[in-house]
């Protein structure tokens, strides 16, 4: 049985846009095996960016386009709950890097990420 994987905001990106080349073979292999989810948080970290002009495309439209590519899902996590896990975090001042592990690491899953202090904090990230 397949497991599920988050995804980390640059992931969801790069997906969206189509630059498979910035993945690694087996994080491709990972989500095409894998059910795929995003935390909420993403989403509001592709808000700011989008309001930031670093995406032009609004955070709705990427979510939607991969929810019909790839299957992607929306975690349905409740806030107060990831919050509560993200305040045992200690090891990064990024609210969006805490919230975001936070989140997987409350349903027991795997995140891809480039993140390198991510990699390094997070028992369960994945980048190779």
Not at 5 to 17: A, E, F, G
Not at 39 to 47: A, D
Not at 98 to 106: E, G, P, Q, R, T
């Amino acid at each position: 049985m397949a497991k599920i994987i988050h995804l980390d905001t640059h992931v969801v990106v790069w997906l969206y846009s189509g630059n498979l080349d910035l993945l690694p073979a087996s994080v491709i292999d990972a989500i095409e095996t894998n059910g795929v989810e995003f935390s909420p948080i993403v989403e509001l970290e592709l808000q700011y960016l989008y309001e930031i002009k670093r995406l032009s495309v609004k955070p709705r439209t990427i979510i939607q386009a991969l929810e019909d590519e790839i299957g992607l899902k929306r975690c349905r996590s409740g806030l107060g709950e990831i919050v509560s896990e993200a305040m045992k975090i200690s090891w990064t001042r990024d609210p969006f890097d805490s919230l975001i592990v936070s989140c997987a690491s409350i349903n027991g899953c795997r995140l891809v990420t480039k993140d390198e202090l991510i990699l390094k904090h997070y028992k369960d990230a994945q980048w190779t």
